[in-house]
T-cell receptor, first 113, second 114 residues
Framework: AQSVTQPDIHITVSEGASLELRCNYS??????LFWYVQSPGQGLQLLLK??????LVQGIKGFEAEFKRSQSSFNLRKPSVHWSDAAEYFC???????????FGTGTRLKVLA | NAGVTQTPKFQVLKTGQSMTLQCAQD?????MSWYRQDPGMGLRLIHY???????DQGEVPNGYNVSRSTTEDFPLRLLSAAPSQTSVYFC?????????????FGQGTRLTVV
């Protein structure tokens, strides 16, 4: 079965601390992987994506993610969190030739001043 | 360039009422889709369309109808609203590419059915 698991529903970090959000996927074909961010009352904005090549991908707002095929993971990281990073983060998987994305249930990030 | 525009942003319906959620895009993308977002469940695909005149069901299609008469518009219809349809609805288009795809989302419609 195809699925995306984000095991952390809520994460709280202090401003300036490092961040890692976990994402594990199950997908029958070569996966295309995405991280989206949703600020309160807003739509989803693409942070970064992985299709092939270098397994460490850089995104906007200082985020990066690493694809680990052996672990079926695509964890999102940021070395130093800013208060404006407080939002909900979604991991998603798709594949070549399909336009159907499978989303995880999201991780809500709270940033302490 | 507006991207993906959804209207209305907020709506309250009574059980049994009907309504149409509008979605328009100016990106000339063939693929459009509707998702609903519920707490703890992420986004779930309701219906999608790969081009004008072509629609198909997603993961949770019951209670919803769609049509695609133009590339630009992809309305979602609730024929008889139920409290279980209280949700936030997102329309998305996807830019295909040889290296993969990227989805662009509207700002969402928050629907409450009482």
């Amino acid at each position: 079965a195809q699925s995306v698991t984000q095991p952390d529903i809520h994460i709280t970090v202090s401003e300036g601390a490092s961040l890692e959000l976990r994402c594990n996927y199950s997908y029958g074909a070569t996966p295309y992987l995405f991280w989206y961010v949703q600020s309160p009352g807003q739509g989803l904005q693409l942070l970064l994506k992985y299709f092939s090549g270098d397994t460490l991908v850089q995104g906007i707002k200082g985020f990066e993610a690493e694809f680990k095929r052996s672990q079926s993971s695509f964890n999102l990281r940021k070395p130093s969190v800013h208060w404006s990073d407080a939002a909900e983060y979604f991991c998603a998987v798709g594949g070549r030739g399909t336009y159907k994305y499978i989303f995880g249930t999201g991780t809500r990030l709270k940033v302490l001043a | 360039n507006a991207g993906v525009t959804q209207t209305p942003k907020f709506q309250v319906l009574k059980t049994g009422q009907s309504m149409t959620l509008q979605c328009a895009q100016d990106m000339n993308h063939e693929y459009m889709s509707w998702y609903r977002q519920d707490p703890g469940m992420g986004l779930r695909l309701i219906h999608y369309s790969v081009g004008a005149g072509i629609t198909d069901q997603g993961e949770v299609p019951n209670g919803y109808n769609v049509s695609r008469s133009t590339t630009e518009d992809f309305p979602l219809r609730l024929l008889s609203a139920a409290p279980s349809q209280t949700s936030v609805y997102f329309c998305a288009t996807i830019l295909p590419g040889t290296g993969g795809t990227e989805a662009f989302f509207g700002q969402g419609t928050r629907l409450t059915v009482v």
